[in-house]
């Protein structure tokens, strides 16, 4: 708490506390924006009149902005602060998220994910580095309650656009309204995010075409960790199907065990995290991660399955962040440019995961495709000394104000 006795102090920790809450709000609505567009996917399908393979091809369309979008955010980062980048590019993504629900042909629904891609992989990338901003400043831990947030905004979204189908508000008028709000929010929000304390740093030369060993690392854990994020999302309910011969009802419960201790994991991992450290968050989250995959792919009944999907979420809720925070705080390149690196490599490990389960599965079985989560978390385990501690991953540094 902020001692009464020093009015400085209070006029410095006010700023913050609403910085903070301005970057849980700008999560929670990326996290909202993003789970309305994926439950009206059906619907823009139909309205559009593509079949499944066609909306394949245009989803990878929606990919190819997203990772534009963050290989050059963290340029602009580093040169106008992360500040204005994050409400630009939040604005930006309020704004395509209405474009989708307008389309009527398919090159002008393949033009509006190129630009919710694109805008969604900026937003990805400045926030992220705003929060590490705002972690520093903190000189605590408090990166994963962000990303809490965004979880959470993705089943408020869900939920939201459930309610609106079911009710049959056309999609152009349900994006339309959550394009407004966002916006709004992200306005009235965006005035309280910080400016970097320091200027960036000049990137010091480094091999792997510009990236440093250390972001090659931190990348690298990173793609890892999210080839497990995407396998989760997109194999959990179609492995219980056809493992356990489950009804669909059923088998859509290992998603919502996963998605559940994953988000809620991730309100608490930072006060593990100042405990114990980040590496210690990854190397054991990991290891609890592939403790559960190892269940999963042994179990033959439903409740052991859940309950290894459900420690599979919570093993991996708290390691992702650490990784954003490290590349923040290296000590060598620019810390937008890191953030943008490591958080483009754990994006091309989302997009790869599934489709690697959709090629092995074909040879064999989507139950033993499985192995390849689990060799990903183990070796996520054995690269955590990767991360470098901070100034905010110290643990038991609880010097700024606390809620």
Known sequence: MTDPAHPASARTAAP??????????IFGINGFLLALWVVHIPAIRE??????????SLLLLLAAGALAGMHTTGRFADRFGSHRTTVVAALALAVA???????????????????????NGALDVSMNSQAVVVEQRYRRPVMAAFHGVFSAGGIAGSLVGAATLALDVRPPVTLAVSGALGAVLVAWTGRYLLRPE?????ASP?????????????????FALMVCEGVANDWSALQVLERLDSPESVAALAFGAF?????????????????FGGVAVVRYGALLAAAGMATVIASPWLGLTLTGWALFGLGLSGAVPQLFTAAGNLDEGSPGTNV??????????FLAGPACIGWLSEASSLTAALVVPLGC??????????????????????TAPTR
């Open 198 to 202: 320091r200027p960036p740093m000049p």
């Open 47 to 56: 309205r559009v009149g593509i079949d499944h393979a066609a909306l394949g």
């Open 340 to 349: 943008s690196r490591v958080v483009g490599l754990g994006y091309l490990g």
């Open 259 to 275: 998605s559940a201790t994953m988000t809620l994991g991730r309100f608490v991992a930072d006060r593990v995290t100042a405990r």
């Open 377 to 398: 978390v183990l070796l996520a385990a054995a690269l955590a000394p990767a991360l470098t501690p901070g100034p905010a991953q110290v643990p038991g540094n609880t």
């Open 206 to 222: 480094a091999p792997h075409g510009g990236y440093s060993r250390r972001v090659v690392l931190l990348g690298g854990v990173a």
């Open 16 to 25: 913050l506390v609403r910085a903070r809450l301005a970057v849980f709000t």
């Open 97 to 119: 998220t209405v474009g989708p629900g307008l389309v009527a042909a398919p090159w002008q629904l393949g033009l509006a994910l190129v630009l919710f891609g694109f805008a």
